[in-house]
Structures are given as C-alpha cells and as structure tokens.
C-alpha cells in the first residue's frame, strides 16, 4: 500500500481526535436491515462465497471540512451499474435506482462520517448450494461503508509492467459487469506487477491491445490528444472514466476512444489511470520506459487536481457529480 503525503488539491480530513470505531461496531446493511458489521455473516455454503457469483461497486465519498458535508460520487450512476450487472448474473426483482440509492445513503448516513468513506453494495447469491450454475438460485444485498483514504501515489506517478495475463473477454467472463469472480483475474495482474517491484500493471486484451490496468481505467496522452479504449475492447463501462471523459471536454482537451497499441505506450506523452479505487493517478513508467519526461505531466496533473476538487464539491460545474450525505439525527 503507497502512501504520500497529500496537497492542498487531494488532502483528506486529518484523523478525528477520538479513536475511530472498530470496524465491527460500523453500521451496514445486510439483508434487508440495518446491523452492525460485525453481525452482518454468511454461511461458507453461500453460493456466493463458493463460485464468486456476486456484483459490486466501489463508491466513494468525500468530506468537505469547510462545509461539513460529505459528498457521495456518482452514487446513481454506480446504482445503475450494479442493476446492470445484476442483470447479467440472472438477479431480478432488484432495488430500483431511487430505493437502493436511498439504501445506501442511509447506510453511510448512519455511520456519521467526517472523513472520507468508501462504500460497497453488493448483490450475491445467497443461497446454500452445490452446484455451478446462475439460474434457481436467491440472492441478497449487502452495504458496507468504512473510511477510506488514498491506496496508490498520486502526486509522484505510477511504475508500471504489462502484465503477462490478458483481461478476460467478453465471449468468457463479461469485464463490463463487476462480477466477483471475474476479479480473480485482477489479482493474478495485480500480484504479478507488484511482486516484480511496479506499483500497477498494464493489461492487454486477447488480440493484444492495451486494455485498462489490474483495476482502473486508462488514458494515453498523445499530441495534445487524450486517447482510451473502447468498451468494445473488454473494459469495464468506468464510471470515473465518463467523468473524465467531461473533465477532458471541460478543458478544452481533445479525447479519442480507440483501440491502443502496447507500443504506444512507450513513446506517448502521458498517461494516467482512473477509477474509483486509484481515483486519479498519473503513471511515469510504462515496462522500465519512462512516459514522456518521467514526470507527471501537465494534463494529467491539470485533471487530477480539477478531479479531487470537483469530489470535495469545490467546482459549480461539477455538483452534478455529487450526492450530500448529511448526519441526520
């Protein structure tokens, strides 16, 4: 885990002066109440936790000092995510968007954060069961929100390797849903990159374009133009990504989706990596070659200062982007 010490633009709440709860004693929503976290258990027979059939999102929050308000990001458009990918996964009779975000709203509600939060729904297979399979089968919703700071260097840049493990295609393992199983294939991405000294790895598709990294979208900068993949290349339909997609429009940055060769990488200008977990992060190597100077440079430092005070519900033009989570009584 990377740590840095934060700027004005990315810097979290500093730590409240009373110790922070355990993480039993936080409030989650586990089927179909309320409880705390650590009474929110499944059974080792739960089809879920046997063949990874379950969905998610990954959904952060920001806390605004000088407002008192945590802003929740993207929140319908990660719920309308996750009804997606309960779709694919055979899930009906799910929560519409008004109802699971208003679930999980009052989920992070509950738990009266004043720092940044991250937040989990997850719809899973809940019933006990040998046997693989999609269809016949219950399932449940869980909500867990817990604090939640920054996981990967976004000031110095981010070492990267290509990763000798292609992303799954979508005639395989649809990489547009965020299905549980699926991210096993991350890890072996992540692992890899990691055990062999980078922070993140490059990932390529079955034919051998550049896909996304182990779990963030990407963007190469070439010639003033931002390019990323399309979807049609076995990404994940990033919700970060459409966000930076309009941030890229808002000042006045060109953006290409299309296919991306390796080699690109090596003599683009930029790059950098989006998502809800990285947020945004420029990369500075790519396979032992640096990315333009080797330095953060000025379009992916311009986006991710806009990003992180866009989050904090800093920028007009971007309150769009948030949802206010207030304590409440």
């Known amino acids: 885990m990377l740590t840095h010490k934060p700027t004005e633009a990315t810097a979290a ?3 409240a002066s009373t110790a922070a709860p355990s993480l039993d004693d936080l409030i ?4 179909g109440d309320f409880v705390a976290l650590g009474d929110a258990k499944v059974s080792v027979m739960t089809h879920a936790f046997m063949y990874g059939t379950a969905t998610f999102e990954g959904i952060r929050a920001y806390w605004n000092r000088d407002d008192e308000t945590l802003y929740g990001l993207k929140v319908r458009e990660h719920v309308e995510r996750i009804r997606q990918s309960c779709r694919i996964l055979l899930m009906e009779d799910v929560p519409s968007v008004d109802e ?4 999980i709203v009052e989920t992070v509600r509950r738990n009266r954060f004043r720092e940044d939060v991250y937040i989990r729904p997850s719809f899973y297979k809940s019933t006990r069961a040998i046997g693989v399979r999609l269809h016949n089968l219950d399932h449940q919703l869980s909500i867990v929100s817990l604090p939640f700071g920054n996981y990967i260097d976004t000031e110095a840049g981010v070492r990267m390797m290509t990763s000798s493990w292609r992303r799954n295609p979508d005639e395989a393992l ?3 849903g965020k299905i549980v199983g699926g991210y096993v294939n991350m890890a072996f991405q992540k692992s890899e990159a990691e055990l062999n000294g980078f922070d993140e790895a490059v990932v390529l598709t079955g034919d051998g374009h550049v896909n996304e990294a182990s779990a963030a979208n990407l963007f190469v900068v070439r010639d003033g133009v931002a390019l990323t993949p399309p979807v049609s290349d076995d990404i994940l339909e990033g919700v970060t990504r459409k966000a930076m997609v309009e941030l890229l429009h808002n000042e006045k940055v060109p953006v290409e989706i299309r296919s991306i060769d390796r080699s690109e990488l090596y003599v683009a200008d930029e790059m950098f990596l989006c998502g809800t977990g990285v947020q945004v992060a420029p990369v500075v190597e790519v396979d032992h070659r640096p990315v333009g100077s ?3 440079g000025p379009i ?3 986006v991710r200062d806009r990003y992180f005070h866009a989050v904090r519900g800093r920028l007009p033009e ?3 982007w948030l949802t206010p989570i207030t304590e409440g009584a």
Request: glycine residues 14%; aromatic residues 14%.
């Open 294 to 296: 080797g330095t953060v």
């Open 13 to 15: 709440t500093p730590a």
């Open 100 to 103: 699971l975000t208003g679930l």
């Open 28 to 31: 989650c929503y586990f089927e």
């Open 300 to 302: 992916g430092r311009l």
């Open 318 to 320: 971007y309150r769009h």
């Open 174 to 176: 649809p990489a547009r």
